[in-house]
């Protein structure tokens, strides 16, 4: 049974500061912090003394940093003394001692707040009956209240008053909260409106409520948690992110005490986006101190350095790295210590501290901690669908026992197609090892009649996967789009690249000729959508998505261009105008849309393992198409109209009938994933292509194999016939585009 302390002396708050505290004496003593104001009070007077803190470096570890070590830049930036009225507003300095989030710090007195008509309440603000105190932290006060007008629950953020003295807290504080309001998205608690109240105007922001607990509120209960939740928080806070950053916005202090778990909706949301940095002008005047908390922000936060989304991936890293390991990845007895960690050591690798952890998900984990912000993940959307792949995985598991060692049992052919699916747009660029891509080739070409070991022509010098091929209406040229951003146009005859152009920033996803050849377009992870002029690879229009862009289809009878997207929506656009002229959306990702050949039905189908029928000329819902167990990834409408093709994740080719929304056929067509099919013009055949490396092509009718080729040395990504049917292409992540003979 532990005892409790008394009131520390003086000699032990400054060891408390210098960090030379033995290791369980300084449990004690942070034990007791946590609890007493006086103390609390006492350190903070003690650490605005004047220290010059480059004389306490020695005493932080055994060993002293390198003479070019980043370290020492940033202990300059906080040499200096620093004021009493600064102590408040930089509580990050005040969190020297536990490894938690939210830093201990004094009451704020709520004299703000106007007297309350009704003594059940704290006070009124503007027209909100304040309630309760929900939560300190270093902006001011967090409240929740009863909104007179419209009759609802709110929360309020109320700038510190110390800090609304500053005019340019307040204006940032202003400007930064308008732009958060401007992020719509479930993975982000909204910013209704941003109010001032009182005769000295100070700001509040008026936010939805969120009913629930934080992350560090869970950490802080049950320390480790299961790797299928960790994989859902970690999903959904990258959704969150991406949404933001797709808007400029940057978050700067993502932690566990802004990602709030909703309880009702199962739901991740992250909150106080930006504002972070209104008090960075008050704190580096005051303190040179740089805005962020020390556990959890990037090395150029620490440096003072400028920078950019990728730090927030940083932190979301080492959000993760906690929720495996049950503590943060770099810790220390003092922010200086932690600052010294984040700008030179290593973290000590995930699996060591928890070996339930797959590997695929601690190489994850390492990337987005690297020092270089180069070297991490440079996206919140790969991120975020790289871990949506992982969740859709585990949601099909009927396995209840914890989600970490499933996963670690799982057969490790189950993992790597995945992650050759999933992570394959991630990852190529950061240049991983070869080792996490197999390719289960499976039986030789000769186990099947009419399987062809040699394909008439191979291109194999693409820089990156190949996510789409598409033939021109001659047949005389194949359209390659690549994962590097590019476009290359493929002279078949002549067996020679006739041109290269860049067409997107990011993935190339699909690119697709109109029936007459008159039209050429390619979507891309970067969200818009381009209608080229070829051969001259002049951009002829540009349409733009909120995200990156996945399905693309054209009209058979007009010039109607469908397009599906990440988040879900569905857009018809007309090439002679920058505006959609219908919107739609279905739950989850939308990876592929295909439109009927007489232009009446619109297809769309992805990760949440339904196809919707819509009805194309309106975008009315007609049907839902409900029994695959996983993704879809491509879908194909055959010459009749009425049967449609769907193939994804659970290794199924499935043939419905579009009318009746009957499953007219279903049966296993590979070893793993499979990510295209495609019909011949006379719908006598399909074709299909998966992780497992083969192509296959297949009856129509009866779903008899007919042929399967093999070469690429990883998952096939596309397959598409060329206009009579007899030449299949397949691209995928080898970066090599073969073209096979079809009898």
Same mark, same amino acid.
């Given at each position: 049974m532990k005892t409790s302390i008394g009131c520390l002396q003086t000699d032990e708050l400054r060891q408390m500061l210098d960090g030379s505290l033995s290791g369980e004496r300084q449990q004690e003593c942070t034990a007791h912090m946590d609890s007493c104001e006086c103390c609390q009070a006492r350190i903070e007077e003690l650490a605005v003394e004047g220290t010059n803190l480059s004389q306490v470096v020695g005493q932080l570890q055994e060993s002293q940093p390198v003479a070019n070590s980043a370290?020492?830049?940033?202990?300059?930036?906080?040499?200096?003394?620093?004021?009493?009225?600064?102590?408040?507003? =930089?509580?990050?300095?005040?969190?020297?001692? *536990?490894?938690?989030?939210?830093?201990?710090?004094?009451?704020?007195?709520?004299?703000?707040?106007?007297?309350?008509?009704?003594?059940?309440?704290?006070?009124?603000?503007?027209?909100?009956?304040?309630?309760?105190?929900?939560?300190?932290?270093?902006?001011?006060?967090?409240?929740?209240?009863?909104?007179?007008?419209?009759?609802? =629950?709110?929360?309020?953020?109320?700038?510190?008053?110390?800090?609304?003295?500053?005019? *340019?807290?307040?204006?940032?504080?202003?400007?930064?909260?308008?732009?958060?309001?401007?992020?719509?998205?479930?993975?982000?608690?909204?910013?209704?409106?941003?109010?001032?109240?009182?005769?000295?105007?100070?700001?509040?922001?008026?936010?939805?409520?969120?009913?629930?607990?934080?992350?560090?509120?869970?950490?802080?209960?049950?320390?480790?948690?299961?790797?299928?939740?960790?994989?859902?928080?970690?999903?959904?806070?990258?959704?969150?992110?991406?949404?933001?950053?797709?808007?400029?916005?940057?978050?700067?202090?993502?932690?566990?005490? =802004?990602?709030?778990?909703?309880?009702?909706e199962d739901r991740v949301k992250l909150t106080d986006f930006g504002l972070a940095h209104v008090a960075e002008d008050v704190k580096l005047t005051r303190t040179g101190f740089v805005s962020g908390t020390p556990l959890y922000m990037?090395?150029?936060?620490?440096?003072?350095?400028?920078?950019?989304?990728?730090?927030?991936?940083?932190?979301?890293?080492?959000?993760?790295?906690?929720?495996?390991?049950?503590?943060?990845?770099?810790?220390?007895?003092?922010?200086?210590?932690?600052?010294?960690?984040?700008?030179?050591?290593?973290?000590?690798?995930?699996?060591?501290?928890?070996?339930?952890?797959?590997?695929?998900?601690?190489?994850? *984990?390492?990337?987005?901690?690297?020092?270089?912000?180069?070297?991490?993940?440079?996206?919140?959307?790969?991120?975020?669908?790289?871990?949506?792949?992982?969740w859709a995985l585990m949601k099909t598991t009927s396995d209840d026992v914890p989600a970490v060692c499933a996963i670690e049992e799982r057969k490790r052919t189950v993992r790597n197609r995945w992650i050759a699916a999933a992570i394959g747009t991630t990852f190529l660029a950061l240049g991983l090892a070869g080792g996490w891509f197999i390719s289960n080739r499976g039986p030789g070409p000769d186990a099947v009649p009419g399987s062809s070991a040699e394909p008439v022509a191979v291109l194999a010098a693409n820089a990156g996967a190949v996510w789409s091929v598409a033939f021109d209406p001659a047949g005389d040229n194949v359209v390659m789009a690549v994962e590097d951003g590019s476009i290359r146009v493929w002279d078949l005859p002549a067996k020679s690249i006739k041109s290269t152009f860049h067409a997107h920033n990011g993935v190339v996803w699909v690119s697709r000729y109109s029936p007459n050849g008159e039209l050429f377009a390619t979507a891309g992870d970067d969200g818009l959508i381009k209608l080229w002029n070829l051969p001259q690879a002049d951009v002829a229009q540009t349409f733009e998505h909120p995200n990156a862009v996945r399905g693309l289809a054209f009209g058979h009878s007009d010039r109607r261009i469908f397009a599906g997207s990440r988040d879900g929506s569905l857009n018809v656009w007309s090439p002679d105008s920058r505006e959609p002229l219908l919107e739609a959306r279905q739950p989850g990702a939308a990876y592929v849309v295909a439109i009927s050949p007489d232009d009446e039905t619109l297809a769309s189908a992805g990760s949440d393992k339904v196809v919707w029928l819509w009805n194309a000329k309106n975008l009315t819902q007609k049907l839902k198409l409900e029994g695959h167990s996983g993704p879809i990834f491509s879908l194909a409408f055959l010459p009749d109209g009425r049967r449609l093709a769907s193939v994804g994740w659970d290794k199924t080719i499935r043939i419905w009938d579009t009318s009746s929304g009957l499953l007219l056929k279903s049966w296993k067509g590979h070893e793993s994933d499979i990510w295209s099919i495609a019909c011949t013009p006379d719908g006598t055949k399909l074709a299909t292509g998966g992780t497992d490396g083969a192509a296959k092509v297949w009856n129509a009718e009866t779903g008899e194999l007919l042929a399967t080729f093999f070469g690429h040395k990883s998952g096939i990504h596309t397959v598409a016939f060329n206009r009579d049917g007899t030449l299949l292409a397949s691209g995928g992540r080898d970066g090599a585009v073969r073209i096979w003979p079809i009898q």
């Open positions: 370290y020492w830049p940033a202990l300059k930036a906080l040499d200096r003394s620093v004021a009493p009225e600064s102590r408040d507003s =930089n509580p990050e300095m005040q969190q020297t001692f *536990v490894p938690k989030s939210s830093p201990t710090r004094r009451d704020v007195a709520l004299d703000f707040l106007e007297p309350a008509s009704d003594s059940a309440y704290l006070g009124r603000i503007a027209h909100f009956d304040v309630m309760r105190v929900l939560g300190r932290g270093g902006m001011g006060l967090v409240l929740e209240a009863f909104d007179s007008r419209l009759q609802r =629950n709110v929360a309020l953020k109320v700038l510190d008053p110390d800090l609304a003295e500053d005019e *340019v807290a307040r204006q940032r504080f202003c400007r930064e909260a308008r732009a958060a309001a401007s992020i719509t998205h479930e993975n982000v608690v909204a910013v209704h409106q941003v109010e001032k109240a009182g005769g000295d105007g100070l700001p509040f922001l008026v936010m939805q409520l969120i009913g629930g607990e934080s992350l560090e509120q869970r950490l802080a209960r049950e320390k480790q948690l299961s790797f299928r939740e960790i994989v859902r928080i970690g999903m959904q806070a990258a959704k969150g992110l991406a949404a933001a950053h797709a808007l400029g916005m940057v978050h700067r202090d993502v932690k566990p005490g =802004n990602i709030l778990l909703e309880t009702s990037a090395p150029e936060q620490a440096l003072g350095e400028p920078s950019d989304h990728r730090s927030d991936l940083f932190s979301l890293g080492a959000v993760l790295y906690e929720m495996c390991a049950g503590r943060p990845p770099f810790t220390g007895n003092s922010a200086l210590a932690i600052l010294k960690q984040i700008a030179d050591a290593k973290h000590r690798p995930l699996r060591e501290l928890n070996p339930s952890i797959p590997d695929w998900f601690a190489e994850v *984990v390492d990337r987005l901690l690297a020092k270089k912000p180069g070297d991490r993940i440079q996206t919140a959307a790969q991120l975020a669908e790289l871990l949506e792949y992982e």
